[in-house]
């Protein structure tokens, strides 16, 4: 559509209800969902019967809030940790491989970058059922023929982060290599002339001009880490992190508890989507 043409009322009207319609779908749950985990009820649901604060705080026989609910603090906890190993990994591999890809022509970059992808374009189940069935494969082979027992090969903690990892990656790969194809190669030039060494250009110069974008793809990957279901489902072991276990709560019966625990994570990702466009804006 050309913007410079005149638009009639019409199409202002329809234009205004659309957006009014669009953000009411995409909030109204979020809404809906902050306000139960304040109700005076024993499930997660209305009618409301009033304020309370309890599904928060309480710890009574009928009643127990979050931050006395062992086992959902236990399974955040389990995903803080697997974010926190999976952002580090991914940022330090997807930004050496930003570096690669951004190279000039070399053989195979076509393929290893559509190889790249391909964790993207996979379902999240069929890369789950994938990783556990190699796993699961690689690990009987080791035991059956050398008596070895890998841990790393058994669904749990570390699995769960190699799962996430690799497709996380390749987003923050796809997010810095955007950023560096604005990077103006003569500003490494220039330090060189002038003395740097290669790691020091890259440390002072290149590294700084990404931090932006390193910073924006930490947070979108430890996001995706924090609330990952389909891969995770399949590689879990008895650490069962949060979306895992608010599934299974939710499958089997739940109470406001668990309104409260997303009236949580709802504030926490907003604070932290806040505090990447601060730093990000401070940066550039």
């Known amino acids: 559509m ?44 209305l009618p409301w019967k009033g304020f309370t604060v309890q599904w928060f705080t309480a710890n009574l026989p009928e009643r127990v809030g979050i931050f006395h609910d062992q086992i959902n603090l236990d399974s955040i906890w389990v995903s803080f940790r697997v974010a926190f190993f999976v952002t580090i990994l991914s940022l330090a591999i997807g930004t050496c491989a930003a570096f690669l890809f951004e ?13 790249m992808l391909a964790p993207l374009v996979i379902p999240g189940v069929i890369l789950g059922i994938s990783i556990l069935l190699l796993s699961n494969t690689l690990g009987i082979y080791f035991e059956t023929h050398w008596n070895l027992d890998f841990e790393l090969l058994r669904p749990g903690f570390w699995l769960v982060v190699l799962g996430q990892f690799s497709f996380i990656a390749t987003l923050v790969t796809l997010v810095v290599s955007a ?67 608010l599934y299974l709560q939710v499958r089997d019966g739940s109470t406001p508890v668990i309104n409260a625990i997303s009236f949580l994570l709802i504030v926490g990702t907003s604070l932290i989507a806040l505090a990447n466009l601060y730093f990000s804006k401070k940066s550039e």
């Open 2 to 45: 050309i913007r410079t043409l005149p638009k009639s009322r019409t199409y202002d009207r329809f234009f205004k209800f659309y957006v009014i319609l669009y953000f009411t779908f995409l909030f109204a749950p979020l809404l809906v969902t902050c306000v139960l985990a304040f109700n005076d009820s024993q499930f997660p649901s």
């Open 103 to 115: 190279q000039e022509d070399f053989r195979f970059k076509s393929l290893l970058y559509f190889l």
């Open 179 to 245: 950023r560096l194809r604005k990077f103006d190669r003569t500003l490494e030039e220039a330090a060189l002339n002038l003395g740097a060494n290669r790691l020091e250009v890259i440390w002072h110069i290149t590294l700084k001009f990404l931090r932006p974008a390193i910073i924006g793809a930490g947070a979108v990957a430890f996001l995706m880490s924090f609330e990952n279901f389909n891969t995770t489902l399949f590689l879990v072991g008895h650490e069962a992190t949060l979306p895992i276990n």
